[in-house]
């Protein structure tokens, strides 16, 4: 990071990943095409899961490269009169794969835990439901680091 001076400590960033709504997931085709898409996520022993379709252009360009980026902005506030806004936002590096099994079962399981806190059992039944129609993917991280821009 270019302004150390703004670098989150790992408390804030673990904090911005775990109370983040959504980030955005940054791929690469094999062509060399960069690709982002906005995606919900859970934070879970060290890795982001996210759940998707069976097939599409995310999980192409995943088992074309493993390596991935996902970014994550946490609060925000525009400050019109002084042409600028504060922010803090994450920035993880990682390696992504797609799993199966207990480990596909407890992701989903922590997706609904943090969209659907109040409806944790009628979740467990949608997932067994709908389990063979997703694919999850845990994303690796390898490196995170966070920056909060104030103003002044």
């Not at 936002?89 to 794969?97: D, H, L, M, Q, Y």
């Not at 922590?110 to 994303?139: H, M, N, P």
């Amino acid at each position: 990071m270019r302004r150390s001076d703004k670098a989150l400590q790992n408390d804030d960033i673990v904090r911005i990943l775990q109370e983040g709504e959504y980030g955005v997931l940054s791929t690469v085709d094999e062509a060399g095409q960069p690709y982002g898409v906005p995606l919900n996520y859970s934070l879970k022993n060290n890795c982001l899961y996210f759940h998707c379709a069976l097939e599409g252009h995310k999980l192409d360009n995943l088992f074309a490269n493993e390596k991935t980026s996902f970014g994550v902005v946490g609060r925000t506030r525009v400050i019109p009169a002084e042409f600028t806004s504060e922010f803090e936002s994450v920035i993880v590096t990682g390696s992504a794969a797609v799993v199966l099994g207990e480990e596909k079962h407890e992701a989903l399981v922590s997706l609904i835990e943090k969209y659907s806190a109040d409806f944790v059992e009628e979740g467990r039944k949608y997932i067994e439901k709908l389990d063979s129609q997703t694919k999850v993917v845990r994303i690796k991280i390898e490196s995170m680091t966070g920056k909060l821009s104030p103003t002044g």
